[in-house]
């Protein structure tokens, strides 16, 4: 079986596009409808970084066409699952802030963010990259799932921690998981589910699931734990930055291994 590079590749930048869009978006509701100054004026990131909105907005104006084309063509190209997971992703991305009862303020915002992140797309890119040379078959994405999990954990681990910097402030109307559980059973959560993507690494090497040169990144845990002692000990907004950047960590040195463990697979089979 052959992978189309190209085809995954675009799909990958319509995605990366797609993201940023519904980042605004996502952003400019929680900006316009937030109740707490302190959630207002201190996370969301149109107000920190001072974005100039009607600039902004021209500009996605401007990008949305760009994703658009590329969904065109890989529609055309490889058929109509590309258009449902297109639509299903920019549905679930865009009633995450917006519709009577937004994702965000329910008890099931959290998991399904981390799994749209983390799963969702990482199909649709073997998707991609398969169907002109091979079959995605059920397999293939159980695979691609259990490969996908250490990130999972970690994501869905880092929005606990930003929705738990807001309980004190939070919308009245919100029933996160975070406010069902309190305060003391999220950081358990929050240890658990990072104790979880540390040990799915080795165990999926063991299992010969994923390459082994992906068991370099255990020699990373100790100073990802030391990011999160302050947040653990006082999980305030100042302490949280250093648990989104633990967690860009793992997720990029993790798929920048399995790449590598990819590459040296195939110079390996060309050897032999």
């Known amino acids: 079986m052959t992978f189309d590079f190209v085809s995954g590749l675009l799909g990958l930048l319509a995605v990366v596009i797609f993201h940023i869009i519904i980042n605004f978006h996502n952003n400019s509701n ?17 107000n920190i970084n001072r974005e100039n909105l009607s600039y902004t907005k021209r500009m996605v104006y401007i990008l949305i066409i760009i994703p658009l084309a590329i969904t065109a063509y890989l529609v055309y ?42 799963v969702v797309i990482p199909v649709a890119f073997i998707y991609l990259g398969i169907e002109n ?6 397999s293939t ?23 738990l910097t807001e309980l004190e402030e939070r919308d009245p109307e919100a029933d996160t998981l975070v406010e069902r559980i309190g305060q003391h059973n999220t ?6 589910s990072w104790a979880l993507a540390f040990l799915l690494v080795p165990i999926l090497t063991i299992m010969q699931v ?24 006082k999980p ?30 195939v110079i390996i089979s060309l050897i032999k």
């Open 77 to 118: 190209s490889t058929g109509w699952f590309v258009l449902v997971v297109a639509i299903l992703g920019l549905l679930l991305g865009f009633l995450y802030t917006s519709g009577p009862k937004p994702f965000y303020k329910t008890v099931i915002g959290e998991g399904i963010m981390a799994v749209i992140t983390t």
């Open 187 to 192: 950081l358990n959560l929050f240890r658990a």
């Open 236 to 265: 305030t907004v100042n302490n949280l930055q250093s648990v989104l950047q633990a967690t860009n960590r793992l997720s990029v040195t993790y798929v920048g291994l399995l790449a590598l463990g990819a590459i040296i697979t």
């Open 30 to 46: 929680i900006y316009r409808t937030g109740s707490s100054k302190n959630f207002r004026k201190k996370i969301n990131q149109l």
């Open 141 to 163: 994405i159980i695979d691609v799932i259990v490969i996908c999990l250490p990130n999972t954990f970690a994501i869905f681990s880092s929005i606990l921690a930003a929705n």
């Open 210 to 233: 994923i390459p082994y040169v992906v068991d370099i990144l255990i020699l990373f845990y100790p100073s990802l734990w030391d990011n999160f002692r302050p947040f653990l000990k």
């Open 133 to 138: 040379s091979g079959k995605l078959d059920s």
